[in-house]
């Protein structure tokens, strides 16, 4: 989508809100931490394709990570490593298309 940070805060209003597809967007690792303020956010995708901003394993790994409230996640273009694998395995129902083997 075309989502920016400013559409972003808007949806902070949504304090329900337990679902939320950030994938292919144009958002940063420090805009995404918004969603850090969705106290009910439950289920987050995020990833990248070819023409959406490049996100940090790093980055995204430590937001997914601070998220309280978040329980499953699906990962799409992030060049996660082992150790970002593990650490998100251990706190979160993790998928990825194209899924690993």
């Known amino acids: 989508t075309r989502i920016t ?8 209003r949504l304090q329900g809100l337990q679902a939320l ?8 690792v420090d805009d995404l931490r918004l969603v850090l ?3 009910q956010l439950s289920d987050l995708s995020v990833g990248q394709t070819m023409n959406t901003t ?3 394993a790093d ?19 992030v060049d996660l ?5 593990q650490a998100l395995r251990d706190k979160l129902d993790l998928q990825f298309h194209p899924p690993l083997r």
């Open 37 to 39: 303020n969705m106290p």
């Open 5 to 12: 940070r400013v559409g972003l805060q808007h949806l902070l």
């Open 21 to 28: 597809d950030l994938w292919s967007t144009r958002l940063s």
């Open 59 to 77: 980055g995204i790994t430590r937001l997914l990570l601070d998220c309280p409230s978040l329980k499953r996640v699906w990962v799409d273009g």
């Open 54 to 56: 490049r996100l940090d």
């Open 81 to 85: 490593q082992p150790e970002h694998l």
